[in-house]
């Protein structure tokens, strides 16, 4: 049995592969426990965990499938950034009319984003917001 292909942990309990990664530097090998899942014996720092999908289709497959903190879905993104671009738009029109003059937010602005400048750019905003939150209603209103 060579040293340097397994480690002994938890007082000699545990007897697990070691890690295959070499130091640039001190040409030493590291001293972590390889991942059961690694097909090349390295731990989770050196690339045991695998590289994902190469293919495209599997990229959208993942893309498309794929939930980020639990809940939040692409869906709930999408909702998200264009409650943000209505938002830059709406502050952009009070800044234009004069409503305002506090500072603008600040940071990245949302995908979509175009600014307005001008007053028939801030009624068109208004008339196009409108028309769509009357399409928004349900029947009867």
Known sequence: MDISTFLVLAGGHIRCLRCTAQSKRTKL???RPALKVSKTAKCQFHGGRGSGPKTVEGKARI?????????????NRLER????????????????????????????????????????????????????????????R
Do not use: W
């Not at 893309?63 to 869906?75: D, S, Y």
């Not at 943000?84 to 949302?110: C, F, N, W, Y």
């Open 81 to 140: 950034s264009q409650a943000s671009l209505r938002l830059a738009q709406i502050e952009d029109v009070m800044h234009v009319a004069g409503m305002t003059t506090a500072a603008r937010t600040t940071g990245r602005k949302p995908a979509g984003y175009r600014p307005i400048n001008t007053l028939e750019a801030a009624r068109q905003f208004v008339v196009e917001d409108a028309l769509q939150c009357i399409k928004g209603l349900p029947e009867g």
């Open 63 to 75: 893309g498309a499938a794929h939930l980020v903190h639990g809940t939040e879905t692409n869906k």
């Open 29 to 31: 090998q590291c001293a």
